[in-house]
């Protein structure tokens, strides 16, 4: 599962500067399809309860209202997505349907109904870590959001099975390819607390202090990435294995970060065979360099501390956490 906050500069139909209509009117127009179609989910101010069938009106006035308090040029809402891996939706939709399933479209329309139902609750609890994610006492309750749940995805003009002509671009994509898109506002309810995913964390012993509390600055991507991974392994008994995880994506970007920072100070045999190991275990790096100089040792050596010291942290914040 891949948990994905746009950046404002890459969010679809529009950016987040200004009115969410457009960004609003490209997720219908995703859904344009008989099966891809329904209403809204989500939070508004407009009633106390979550609710389920928010219409593309009610969803674009709910965040464009909740704008008190900020400046022309802030960012007014973000955009989220859960892209989940075909084995875990398959899981899922198995499990409902007592049956090996491959395909949204093998559901019968209770069995679907069920399976989106499900993804629903999943996206109000997820939206309960993200509100909680701040630090600042908040729950999904506080939070103004709206969520589509799509079913497909289609062939681009860049995808092989396009360019060597099996495809066209827009057919869809066999198998299961259903993902959530999330649009919250940066204000909470009341319009008092402005919440940004893009501040990052400062240091655990620095705070700030706001309304007379003091509260920890930041939004840590870390913690919430693996919290939303291990609550899918939780709300659908599923047996996730290392390879699949968050963590072990997150040790082999580290390796590929290391290896880029010495792409630079290593000759291109010496490159190409180190960006050839496969052990995503940053100790591998120590073993490659055979002859380095103690510069660069030291350099290596702190480098990859630090970023088993962040892996530990993280981890420690998380299990604290829950």
Same mark, same amino acid.
């Given at each position: 599962?891949?948990?994905?906050?746009?950046?404002?500069?890459?969010?679809?139909?529009?950016?987040?500067?200004?009115?969410?209509?457009?960004?609003?009117?490209?997720?219908?127009?995703?859904?344009?399809?008989?099966?891809?179609?329904?209403?809204?989910?989500?939070?508004?101010?407009?009633?106390?309860?979550?609710?389920?069938?928010?219409?593309?009106?009610?969803?674009?006035?709910?965040?464009?209202?909740?704008?008190?308090?900020?400046?022309?040029?802030?960012?007014?809402?973000?955009?989220?997505?859960?892209?989940?891996?075909?084995?875990?939706?398959?899981?899922?939709?198995?499990?409902?349907?007592?049956?090996?399933?491959?395909?949204?479209?093998?559901?019968?329309?209770?069995?679907?109904?069920?399976?989106?139902?499900?993804?629903?609750?999943?996206?109000?609890?997820?939206?309960?870590?993200?509100?909680?994610?701040?630090?600042?006492?908040?729950?999904?309750?506080?939070?103004?959001?709206? *969520?589509?749940?799509?079913?497909?995805?289609?062939? &681009?003009? @860049?995808?092989?099975? !396009? %360019? #060597? +002509?099996? $495809?066209? =671009?827009?057919?869809?994509?066999?198998?299961?390819?259903?993902?959530?898109?999330?649009?919250?506002?940066?204000?909470?309810?009341?319009?008092?607390? *402005?919440?940004?995913?893009?501040?990052?964390?400062? &240091?655990? @012993?620095?705070?700030? !202090? %706001? #309304? +007379?509390? $003091?509260? =920890?600055?930041?939004?840590?991507?870390?913690?919430?990435?693996?919290?939303?991974?291990?609550?899918?392994?939780?709300?659908?008994?599923?047996?996730?294995?290392?390879?699949?995880?968050?963590?072990?994506?997150?040790? @082999?970007?580290?390796?590929?970060?290391?290896?880029?920072?010495?792409?630079?100070?290593?000759?291109?045999?010496?490159?190409?065979?180190?960006?050839?190991?496969?052990?995503?275990?940053?100790?591998?790096?120590?073993?490659?360099?055979?002859?380095?100089?103690?510069?660069?040792?030291?350099?290596?050596?702190?480098?990859?501390?630090?970023?088993?010291?962040?892996?530990?942290?993280?981890?420690?914040?998380?299990?604290?956490?829950?």
């Amino acid at each position: 599962m891949i948990m994905k906050v746009h950046k404002p500069s890459s969010t679809p139909g529009a950016d987040n500067k200004g009115s969410v209509s457009k960004l609003i009117d490209y997720l219908e127009k995703e859904n344009s399809s008989l099966e891809n179609g329904g209403f809204f989910f989500g939070r508004t101010k407009d009633d106390d309860r979550f609710q389920d069938m928010i219409t593309r009106t009610q969803a674009a006035m709910a965040i464009d209202r909740n704008i008190k308090g900020l400046k022309k040029k802030d960012s007014k809402f973000f955009m989220l997505t859960l892209n989940f891996s075909s084995k875990e939706q398959e899981h899922m939709a198995s499990k409902i349907a007592g049956r090996k399933i491959t395909d949204v479209a093998q559901l019968n329309e209770r069995e679907r109904q069920v399976y989106e139902q499900k993804m629903k609750m999943y996206t109000q609890k997820v939206m309960d870590e993200y509100a909680k994610n701040f630090n600042r006492g908040l729950t999904e309750k506080d939070m103004v959001y709206v *969520s589509k749940i799509e079913h497909n995805r289609t062939y &681009k003009g @860049n995808d092989p099975e !396009v %360019l #060597n +002509g099996d $495809k066209k =671009t827009g057919d869809k994509k066999p198998g299961m390819h259903t993902h959530v898109h999330i649009v919250v506002s940066r204000q909470d309810a009341t319009q008092s607390k *402005s919440l940004s995913p893009n501040a990052k964390e400062l &240091k655990a @012993n620095s705070h700030h !202090v %706001l #309304n +007379g509390n $003091k509260v =920890t600055k930041g939004f840590n991507h870390e913690v919430f990435k693996l919290k939303t991974e291990r609550l899918f392994d939780k709300e659908f008994s599923y047996g996730r294995k290392f390879h699949e995880s968050y963590s072990a994506k997150s040790n @082999n970007e580290s390796l590929k970060s290391v290896a880029t920072m010495y792409k630079n100070q290593l000759t291109p045999q010496e490159y190409k065979e180190m960006a050839a190991l496969s052990d995503s275990n940053l100790n591998m790096v120590y073993r490659y360099f055979t002859k380095p100089n103690q510069a660069m040792l030291h350099k290596l050596n702190t480098n990859i501390q630090n970023q088993l010291s962040l892996k530990a942290k993280v981890q420690d914040q998380m299990l604290n956490g829950l």
